[in-house]
């Protein structure tokens, strides 16, 4: 048995097969990206660089000297590599735990293949148990609050959270999410929301899954 921290190694490690020579990778955020970056910085010699997520990411990928660039150059991207908070036997997730969903959430959009890499603790038979964030302006957050609490939902405001685009995040609590690109479109249709943490619309290509038993499963 390994614990939740080798599995996310296990899995972050193994996601560099899948980054060949000249590409520009698309990295998201967590901290199993960050066994991901770790492993990425070995081989940074043979990529253009990174697309980078968040400000945490950008931090980490300069500290090993792989070159970050910007996606309205870059793009499209042929892989991108991110964790998830939850995902289902669809491929569909919610994320947002680290806050930087909206940048993942594009640069998701413009690549080609998403692989995401998660230990087997995310890997649910419903969405939902994760509250589901939501990145909202400012002057929106009350508004937003009581929209959700239209939909079912109870929602929380991480107050110590100012996300890399100078907004807020909503936490959101017991919504009932039986269909996930229904409700992403939902969400995203509400006036003051920037994104919210269901990739179900886009989800996932492949998920790189790390067990409890140190073994690991490719599913599409
Ligand atoms: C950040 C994310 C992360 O992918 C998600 O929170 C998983 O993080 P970790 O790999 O640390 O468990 O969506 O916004």
Known sequence: ??????????????????????????????????????????????????????????????QYGIAVLDLNSAGPLDIYIDGADEINHSLEMIKGGGAALTQEKIIAASSRKFICIADESKYVMKLGNFPLPVEVIPLARSYVARE????????????????????????????????????????NNIVGVVTNGLFAKRGADELVLAKRDGSLDVLR
């Open 148 to 187: 959700m609490v239209k939909l079912g939902g109870a929602p929380n405001w991480r107050e110590e959270v100012i996300t890399d685009n100078g907004n807020y995040i909503l936490d959101v609590h017991n919504l009932d999410i039986l269909e996930p690109i229904a409700l992403e479109e939902k969400i």
């Open 1 to 62: 048995m390994i614990d939740q921290n080798a599995q996310k190694k296990l899995a972050g490690e193994y996601a560099v097969r899948y980054v060949k020579d000249d590409m520009v990778v698309g990295v998201g955020t967590g901290s199993t990206v960050k066994y991901f970056i770790d492993k990425l910085a070995e081989i940074k010699h043979k990529i253009r660089g990174a697309v980078s997520s968040s400000s945490q990411t950008t931090n980490l990928l300069k």
